[in-house]
C-alpha cells in the first residue's frame, strides 16, 4: 500500500511554489493521480485511506499546503497520488489555488480525481466545473455520503454523472467504503479505457467571439499540450502568473508570437466595445459557473429536511456567541491543560525512573571496564541523563496534549476557536488562522510553527511564526507550575493554594495571548509592514471523531515527530551543560564564571546570573531550565532533581528568591528565545537566518523589557 511519501513546504515571502510541479515515475507505467477538492470535504482522508501514509488530516478548513505523495497498487498498475492542497476555486488568488491549478495544468496528471462534500454538493460543482475546463481525464468523489444520509441528503449519482459528462463515485472515506469502485474509475479513465464527455460551459455570446477569435492561434501554437480553449480565456483574463509557468511548461514564450499579440488585442477590442471589460469578464465567468452548479444540484440532488444543519447552527450559537463563545474556549484550554497536567505525572514518573535504573546499569558498565571519570561524566551525566530529561518530562505531555487537541480539530471545534478569535487578530493585523497555530503551540511551539503553513500571506505567516513563542508549550509548563505553586499559591495556603497556583498558571496564558496580539500588531506596523488579507472561514460540520485514528496520526505526525528533532539538538547540549559545571578556572566553574558576569544584568530583571545561564543552558529543551538551576546552587557536577516543592522551594530561597523573584522567572519563561527545536523549524519553514534570528530575538527582548518593568516597578513601590 503506501511506500513513500514526499512534501515541500512553501517559502517565506518568496515566490517558491509549494509543489515541485512535474512528478518523476519510477517507472514508465506509473500513472499520476492529482487528488483535488475544497477544503474539509476529506480529500486527505481519501489519500491516507489509499496509501496508508501518516499524512495529517484535520476537520478544518485548509489543512494541506503541500503537496504529499503516496503510492497505491490497483490491479496491475501503480498510482502515484498527490493530494494537492484544498481550494475553492482554480482562479489563482490565493498561493494554495495557484499551486493547485498548476498541478492539474502543467504536472500531467494520468487523472484528476476532485472530492466533493455530499452535504454540499453545490458550492463544490464550482470547482468540479472549473477543473473540467482544463482537462478531461477527471472522476469525481462524492464524499462524506454517511453525513449526507444522517441529514437526509439524497444524490442521484447516475444523473450527476451523466450531467457532468464523467465518472461520479459515492464514497465514505473514513470507512473505506466505495474507494475500490473509485480506484476502478481512476484506473479506467488514467487508461483511457473510459471515454469522458465533459460538459462544455457556454458562456455570454460576446465572450464566446472573443474567444472563438483567438483559439485557432493558440491550437496551433500548443500543439494539443494543453486545453486550449481554457488558455484562450485565461489570456482575455490577462492571468499574469499563469502565463509565467505556462511559458516554462511550453518552453518559449507565447505572448511573443505577434500574430496572437494582434488578435488578442482585437478580442479585448471587441469585449470592451460590447460592454464586457477585463474587469468583468472574471464576473461574467464565475457567475455562470455558478449558474451551472446551480441547475446541475437542483437536477441530482434533493433534500428531505431543508433544515438538516439546524442542530449544528443551535450549537454554533452558543459555541461562536459574543457572550459564551471565549468562556467556553478558555474552560476548554483549562481542562486540556489539566487533563495533560494531571495524566502525565504518573507516566513521567515511571520513565524517569526507568531512564535512572538505566542510567545506573550504565555507571556500573563504565567502573567495569575502567573508564575514566571524564568520559562517564560526558556519556552518562551529560549527554545521556539530558536526553533522559528531554524523553520522560517532554513525551508523556505531548502524548496527551496532542491526541486532546487533534480530537477537538476531528470534532470541528477548532474552527470555532479561530471564528471566536478573529477579530482579535484582525485588530492586531494579523490573520484569523493564526489563532489555530496559537492553539497548536501550547502542546510543541514547533509544532505551532509547522501548522503556520496553514496562512496564505507569507508576511502574515511569518509573522505568527515568530509570535507563536508567546503562547507557553509543555516543556515551560513544569517550570511555570512549579514557580508558580510554590511563591504565588504557596503565599495562600491551604484549600487556596490549589487554586491560586491555577489561576496564576491561567493568569500566564491569558499574558502570553495579549503578548501575541500586541507583538502581532507591531510586526504588522514596522518591519512586516501590511494590512491583514481577507479571511473566509468555513464552519465544518461537527462530526463523530475516529478515535483511534486520532491518537495513532497524533503520536506519529506530531509527538514523535517533535520529540525527534529534541532529542537531536538535546544530545550536544548535554554535552555542553557537563563540560560548563565540570571545567573550572581558579575555584570556579565555568558556569559560575558566566553567572557572575551576567548577575548585573540579571538583577535589574529580578533574577540573578543562575537563572539567567539556566535559561541559556535550557536554549535545547525548556524542561531542563529547573534541573540546571538546582545543579547551578549545588554545585553539582550534573543535573538533579528535587523530589519535594517544599524541597525545592527551601533551595531557593536559601539563594535569595522572593515571591518577585519567582513572578519574573515565570514572566521570562514565558517570553524569552524559543528552544532549539522550535528554531531549527523556524529555519526549515522559513528557510531564512535573518527571521530565524529575529524569532530569537523579539520574544527575548519583549521578555527583558517587561521583567524590568515589573521588578523595578515593584522595587519602588516597596513591595519587596
Not at 518523476?24 to 486527505?44: E, F, M, Q, W, Y
Not at 495533560?340 to 542510567?359: K, Q, Y
Not at 485588530?427 to 503553513?453: D, P, Y
Request: one cysteine or more.
Amino acid at each position: 500500500m503506501g511506500l513513500t511519501s514526499q512534501s515541500t513546504g512553501t517559502g517565506i515571502l518568496t515566490d517558491v511554489l509549494a509543489s515541485e510541479i512535474y512528478i518523476s515515475r519510477t517507472h514508465p507505467d506509473d500513472k499520476v493521480i492529482a487528488l483535488a477538492g475544497n477544503p474539509n470535504v476529506g480529500k486527505s482522508t481519501v489519500f491516507n485511506s489509499l496509501t496508508g501514509l501518516n499524512q495529517h488530516t484535520g476537520n478544518w478548513p485548509g489543512k494541506t499546503v503541500t503537496n504529499a505523495q503516496g503510492k497505491y497498487r490497483h490491479k496491475d498498475k501503480n498510482f502515484i497520488m498527490v493530494d494537492i492542497p484544498g481550494t475553492y476555486s482554480l482562479m489563482a488568488n490565493s498561493a494554495e489555488e495557484e499551486i493547485a491549478r498548476d498541478f492539474v495544468c502543467f504536472g500531467m496528471p494520468d487523472a484528476t480525481v476532485v472530492v466533493a462534500d455530499a452535504t454540499c454538493l453545490e458550492r463544490n460543482l464550482n470547482l468540479i466545473l472549473q477543473t473540467l475546463e482544463i482537462t478531461d481525464r477527471v472522476v469525481v468523489c462524492v464524499n462524506l455520503i454517511d453525513e449526507a444520509k444522517r441529514k437526509k441528503i439524497h444524490i442521484k449519482y447516475d444523473r450527476l454523472s451523466k450531467l457532468l459528462g464523467v465518472p461520479v463515485i459515492p464514497t465514505n472515506a473514513r470507512s473505506n467504503k466505495g474507494l475500490d469502485e473509485l480506484m476502478d474509475a481512476v484506473y479506467d479513465v488514467a487508461n483511457r479505457r473510459m471515454a469522458t464527455n465533459p460538459i462544455q460551459i457556454t458562456y455570454d455570446a460576446v465572450i464566446e467571439e472573443a474567444v472563438s477569435m483567438i483559439q485557432p492561434k493558440i491550437w496551433e501554437l500548443v500543439d494539443g499540450k494543453i486545453n486550449n480553449r481554457w488558455v484562450a480565456f485565461k489570456l482575455l483574463d490577462g492571468d499574469t502568473t499563469l502565463l509565467k509557468t505556462l511559458d516554462e511548461y511550453l518552453g518559449f514564450d507565447l505572448m511573443e508570437n505577434s500574430e496572437l499579440q494582434e488578435l488578442l488585442a482585437e478580442a479585448r477590442k471587441y469585449m470592451t466595445e460590447n460592454g464586457i471589460g477585463t474587469d468583468r469578464l472574471r464576473d461574467k465567468i464565475v457567475s455562470r459557473l455558478v449558474g451551472t452548479a446551480e441547475e446541475i444540484s437542483s437536477e441530482s440532488v434533493t433534500f428531505e429536511n431543508k433544515q438538516y444543519n439546524r442542530t449544528d447552527r443551535n450549537i454554533d450559537r452558543i459555541l461562536t456567541s459574543r457572550i459564551f463563545g471565549i468562556p467556553i474556549m478558555l474552560g476548554m484550554l483549562a481542562i486540556i491543560f489539566w487533563i495533560t497536567i494531571a495524566g502525565a505525572n504518573v507516566p513521567s514518573g515511571l520513565l524517569s525512573d526507568m531512564f535512572f535504573r538505566i542510567e545506573a546499569k550504565l555507571t556500573e558498565f563504565f567502573m567495569w571496564a575502567g573508564s575514566p571519570d571524564w568520559l562517564h561524566g560526558i556519556l552518562v551525566l551529560g549527554i545521556y541523563r539530558t536526553l533522559a530529561w528531554v524523553v520522560s518530562v517532554m513525551l508523556p505531555p505531548m502524548a496527551i496534549f496532542f491526541p486532546l487537541f487533534t480530537l477537538l480539530e476531528d470534532l470541528g471545534y477548532l474552527p470555532r476557536v479561530a471564528f471566536n478569535l478573529d477579530n482579535f487578530f484582525k485588530k492586531a493585523c494579523a490573520h484569523g488562522k493564526q489563532a489555530l497555530t496559537m492553539c497548536m503551540g501550547f502542546g510543541c511551539n514547533a509544532a505551532g510553527v509547522i501548522g503556520c503553513r496553514i496562512i496564505d500571506s507569507p508576511r502574515e505567516r511569518l509573522i505568527a511564526i515568530i509570535t507563536n513563542v508567546f503562547v507557553p508549550c509543555n516543556g515551560r509548563f513544569p517550570t511555570l507550575i512549579a514557580i508558580g505553586t510554590i511563591f504565588i499559591g504557596g503565599t495562600f495556603g491551604g484549600a487556596f493554594e490549589s487554586v491560586a497556583s491555577t489561576l496564576a498558571l491561567t493568569g500566564v496564558v491569558l499574558i502570553g495571548i495579549f503578548m501575541t496580539l500586541l507583538v502581532s500588531r507591531i510586526l504588522s506596523k514596522t518591519i512586516l509592514k501590511g494590512l491583514p488579507s481577507s479571511f473566509t472561514l468555513e464552519l465544518p460540520p461537527y462530526r463523530k471523531p475516529q478515535v483511534g485514528r486520532i491518537i495513532v496520526r497524533s503520536i506519529l505526525d506530531r509527538t514523535l515527530f517533535v520529540l525527534g528533532r529534541a532529542v537531536v539538538i538535546a544530545a550536544p547540549a548535554g554535552l555542553v551543560i557537563w563540560l560548563m559545571a565540570n571545567i573550572s578556572i581558579g575555584d570556579l566553574s565555568l558556569l559560575s564564571h558566566a553567572a557572575v558576569f551576567l548577575d548585573p544584568f540579571a538583577r535589574l530583571l529580578g533574577m540573578d546570573g543562575y537563572i539567567l545561564m539556566a535559561f541559556v543552558l535550557g536554549l535545547p529543551a525548556n524542561e531542563i531550565v529547573i534541573p540546571i538551576l538546582i545543579m547551578s546552587y549545588m554545585a553539582s557536577g550534573s543535573m538533579l532533581e528535587l523530589e519535594q516543592l517544599s524541597d525545592l522551594k527551601q533551595l531557593f530561597v536559601a539563594n535569595g528568591w522572593t515571591w518577585l523573584t519567582g513572578v519574573c522567572v515565570m514572566l521570562f519563561s514565558l517570553m524569552h528565545f524559543p528552544c532549539g527545536t522550535t528554531l531549527w523549524t523556524i529555519r526549515k519553514e522559513s528557510r531564512s537566518w535573518r527571521w530565524t534570528l529575529a524569532s530569537f530575538a523579539i520574544p527575548t527582548a519583549a521578555g527583558i523589557i517587561v521583567c524590568f518593568a515589573v521588578a523595578n516597578a515593584a522595587r519602588l513601590l516597596g513591595l519587596v
